[in-house]
């Protein structure tokens, strides 16, 4: 699933050096009209606020479970747990989540990527170095890891609603450790949280009406 340098940045903000209250904090995007530059510039703040905010305790643990999650991993071992020990229904539920995954990943890795959004310049903004797990090479937008997360966790709830609760709540999980990291813009997860869960309701309607 999922350069460096994001060419919405202003090289006029020098690495460290501080912002006056009231501006663009270092990273946001060059004044300009309209209401998506006005959302690039809260994304970009946002992104901002979070790397500033030091939780040494969450960093080792946001950026193991990040790394956790690369290429669907976790997903796939709950999608094992669940065809091996939940009988049919689990069987069913796992084939349910692996599908919306690939319908998913196919979408976000095929299409939704090719916008072309640059991943965040962690050193200009100040990402702590503890937090930093391997930048991918990919482009920005949106989140695949968060796409595939809430995707598998849809669908499994398709079929076994109860399971719905803690693979959602994994899958947030998931997706605040690539904004915790460095390597996505809040707004990059949010519309991949939002891309998997309703990839996975069409996938899981889509099934039904095949099998």
């Given amino acids: 699933m999922a350069s460096e340098t994001d060419p919405d940045t202003p090289r006029a903000a020098a690495a460290g050096a501080p912002h006056a209250p009231g501006t663009d904090p270092p990273g946001a995007p060059a004044e ?10 809260l994304d970009v703040a946002l992104y901002a606020a979070v790397a ?3 939780t040494p305790a969450l960093d080792r643990a946001m950026a193991k479970l990040s790394h956790a999650a690369d290429y669907s991993r976790i997903s796939l071992a709950a999608a094992a747990l669940l065809a091996t020990a939940g009988g049919p229904r689990g069987r069913r539920a796992a084939v349910h ?10 979408v976000v890795n ?9 991943r965040p310049d962690r050193a200009r ?14 482009t920005s937008f949106p989140s695949g890891h968060a796409a595939a997360a809430f995707a598998f966790a849809t669908g499994v709830g398709h079929v076994l609603p109860g399971a719905a609760v803690p693979l ?11 904004i ?3 390597v996505h813009y809040p707004g990059d997860v949010a519309v991949g949280a939002l891309t998997g869960t309703v990839l996975a309701q069409l996938t899981a309607q889509l099934l039904e009406r095949r099998f």
């Avoid at 170095?129 to 090479?137: I, N, S, T």
Wanted: cysteine-free.
């Fill in 52 to 54: 500033r905010t030091p």
């Fill in 32 to 41: 300009r009209g309209g209401w998506l530059a006005d959302a690039e510039r």
């Fill in 180 to 182: 915790h990291t460095g």
């Fill in 110 to 118: 095929q299409g939704m990527k090719r916008l072309g959004r640059r």
């Fill in 168 to 178: 959602r709540g994994l899958a947030a999980a998931v997706a605040w450790s690539r």
């Fill in 125 to 138: 903004l100040h990402v702590p170095e503890a937090r930093h797990v391997p930048m991918p090479d990919s």
């Fill in 97 to 106: 989540g692996l599908a919306a995954i690939a319908v998913t990943s196919t």
